[in-house]
């Protein structure tokens, strides 16, 4: 179980004597493989980070720095990112490919629709033109036909970062079987755990049979010799365009309260997606340690919701006024009132740890205020946007609210 980290700080850290409960791969061996020493490099690349990284001190974080220098002996694949259009999932493709083509791997990346669509013109996509920049490929078409898509291009590796069921996600992986691709990839999604009394959520843990991305893991396990697949939950991120911190941020810089329901003392993940893209290049790069393997695609440390809305009002140098409240009790559906679950809901990324000896750098305090920094730079801050559910609920708490 977490323990709190200070009085404070509202973070939560997972102990390094917990074991890994991984499931056992659905009786599928991965295949072994040689990689031949004519596939391999071993030139150092000097190659510049994405993202401006924050200075900090803390042992949790990571050194600002232009550039990265990477020295790599890894074999070089060719990678194909299957990526969504819409929602939060679409910046993990975004982020996964740079840190592909930063290892020196060749990636293209197909995404949902036309290129020329309104959605393009949002993050992360208008953004498509620094993977371009950096040696990859983007094309737009239907993941159904993806073959036609690629022009029949071959490809070591498919990641499918868009379907949610397996009427989307097979005609995807029935094409990459048939043509050969070594590994294959999944992003599902951590909302498939059942809810526990006993949080976090671990590899392992049961899951709703009903789920339709369960039906897509299975599918992927029984007809792929090297699969992995992988579990989110919420992220944050330069480029993402699903309202989180957002949502906070929104409330916050016009002095209005922010309503949180039940004790804000629920347990959440938010990772910064350059961890999740880690863990994904680690997979590509160490196939046969993935093989077969789950993976919680998160950061590991928890923050509660009440947590959130400190961190993001520090980020914006503001003060912050908490209101807490019952759903039930005022006929509000918290679904649609509030941008988490109104629940425990943290997993931890034990596999990545134990398997790939991987390190989270996610810094909420740190990243969020990055993300305040654009949510200015974009003038949300003076957008005017209504509070209707808002506005409901604290009139029936009495709560006044600033003209």
């Known amino acids: ?6 009085s404070s700080t509202l973070l939560f850290s997972s102990p390094s004597t917990n074991k890994l409960l991984l499931p056992p791969p659905c009786s599928v061996s991965p295949s072994p493989r040689l990689s031949l020493p004519s596939s391999l490099s071993s030139s ?15 042992s949790r974080g990571f050194n ?54 309104d959605k393009m013109k949002k993050p992360p996509f208008n953004r498509f033109s620094e993977i371009v920049s950096g ?3 983007t094309v737009w ?20 970062n868009n379907g949610k069921d397996l009427d989307t996600v097979k005609p995807v992986g029935d094409w990459a079987k048939s043509s050969g691709v070594k590994q294959f990839l999944y992003i599902s999604s951590a909302g498939i755990y059942k809810p526990t ?22 599918y992927i396990a029984e007809i792929f010799s090297s699969w992995a697949i992988f579990r989110p939950q919420y992220m ?13 941020f929104d409330r916050i810089v016009r002095d209005r309260p922010v309503p949180i329901p039940g004790s804000g003392m629920q347990l959440t993940n938010i990772s910064h997606v350059r961890d999740l893209s880690s863990i994904l290049t680690l997979a590509v790069e160490k196939p046969e340690a993935a093989s077969g393997k789950i993976f919680n695609l998160v950061s590991d440390r928890a923050v509660t919701l009440d947590g ?14 908490l209101v807490h409240y019952d759903p039930k009790a005022i006929g509000i559906d918290a679904k649609k009132a509030f941008p988490f679950r109104n629940m425990h809901f943290y997993a931890e990324p034990r596999a990545a740890k134990d398997i790939f000896g991987w390190q989270a750098t996610t810094n909420l305090p740190e990243d969020l205020k990055e993300r305040f920094d654009e949510y200015v730079k974009i003038g949300r801050d003076k957008k005017e946007i209504k509070f209707e559910l808002d506005d409901k609920i604290l009139e029936s708490l009495k709560v006044p609210v600033a003209a």
């Open 1 to 6: 179980m977490a323990s709190l980290a200070s």
């Open 44 to 58: 150092l690349s000097i190659c510049p980070t994405f993202l401006s990284q924050p200075k900090t001190t803390s």
């Open 64 to 117: 600002q720095c232009s550039f990265s220098i990477k020295a790599s002996a890894t074999e070089k694949k060719k990678v194909l990112i299957v990526n969504t259009n819409s929602g939060g999932h679409a910046v993990i493709g975004f982020y996964f490919a740079k840190e592909l083509l930063g290892s020196g791997h060749e990636v293209t990346i197909l995404t949902v629709g036309e290129e020329g669509s």
């Open 135 to 137: 040696g990859g490929q």
């Open 141 to 160: 078409g239907d993941p159904s036909k993806v073959g036609k898509v690629v022009g029949g291009a071959a490809f070591d590796v498919v990641l499918d």
């Open 197 to 218: 009394e006993e949080p976090p959520h671990v590899e392992g843990d049961v899951v709703k049979a009903d789920a339709s991305h369960v039906g897509v893991e299975k």
């Open 236 to 248: 944050i991120g330069s480029g993402n365009n699903k309202d989180c911190e957002e949502w906070f």
């Open 308 to 321: 959130i809305a400190k961190l993001c009002a520090q980020a914006a140098g503001r003060p912050v006024n």
